[in-house]
């Protein structure tokens, strides 16, 4: 079975349907789609369109769900259980931004935390600012994705996107106007001591690793807006014989 098919669910009080699109191009340059209703044999529909992710974002803001750990078996046309040794090490992450957020906010946003990073780490900056991702968010691109083996930065650029419109958003979403997502479809923890814990300890982190330390990865993180700075106790000023805390 494989990995790289994504399943959505939706259901409402008269659909029960299921939709699902593979990321590896078929033999066309496009993506095999399969739909129909749940517990059924799926129809088969294959596209020579290219833009697999802009279909998937469509069918989420439509409603749809993901539906982990299934997958569709090509030859019989029903949906499946993903073995755990077809599912794959992920090797990107992937964003996908609300229409809440306009192209305009997101290159505000990543010029300020460029001109932010580059007052820590002038010789890195022009690195930033060639990320793949960083482009793409600059020409408002509001789905997209960063490879894992482009190092630190992308990671941290991500998630600090997502930080940032998390906390100015002012609705009761409970996932918030930016998602970030594997290529297994699991949603990357928001809390940055999680992170530092899964890339410690992650396989597929493994390169990144060995690139990047626990200590600069948290200077990069507060530089970019992932993480806030911890507060130097030293540093604060009392008239008051003491402190408590």
């Not at 600012?129 to 789905?143: A, D, F, R, T």
């Not at 911890?230 to 805390?245: E, G, H, M, Q, R």
Request: glycine share 6%; with cysteine.
């Amino acid at each position: 079975m494989s990995g790289s098919i994504t399943v959505l669910h939706y259901r409402d009080s008269t659909s029960d349907k299921i939709w699902a699109i593979d990321s590896k191009p078929n033999s066309d340059g496009g993506h095999d789609i399969w739909y129909g209703r749940r517990g059924s044999s799926l129809r088969y529909s294959p596209t020579s369109d290219s833009n697999w992710r802009k279909r998937l974002n469509d069918k989420l803001g439509k409603g749809y769900t993901r539906a982990e750990g299934l997958t569709v078996d090509p030859e019989t046309c029903r949906v499946t259980a993903l073995s755990e040794e077809h599912n794959s090490l992920p090797s990107s992450l992937w964003y996908h931004v609300s229409s809440k957020v306009s192209d305009h906010q997101m290159r505000d946003w990543l010029d300020a935390t460029s001109d932010r990073f580059a007052e820590q780490f002038c010789d890195m900056a022009e690195e930033l600012e060639q990320l793949p991702v960083y482009q793409s968010i600059y020409h408002g691109k509001y789905s997209g994705g960063a490879e894992i083996s482009e190092g630190p930065l992308a990671l941290l650029l991500l998630f600090a996107f997502r930080r940032h419109f998390r906390k100015s958003d002012t609705s009761d979403t409970l996932r918030g106007p930016v998602q970030i997502a594997d290529d297994n479809n699991q949603l990357l923890t928001s809390d940055f001591d999680e992170l530092i814990e899964l890339i410690a300890k992650g396989s597929e982190f493994a390169a990144l690793r060995q690139r990047c330390t626990e200590s600069d990865f948290k200077k990069y993180g507060v530089a970019l807006g992932a993480c806030d700075a911890p507060v130097d106790l030293n540093a604060i000023c009392s008239d008051t014989k003491a402190a408590f805390f």
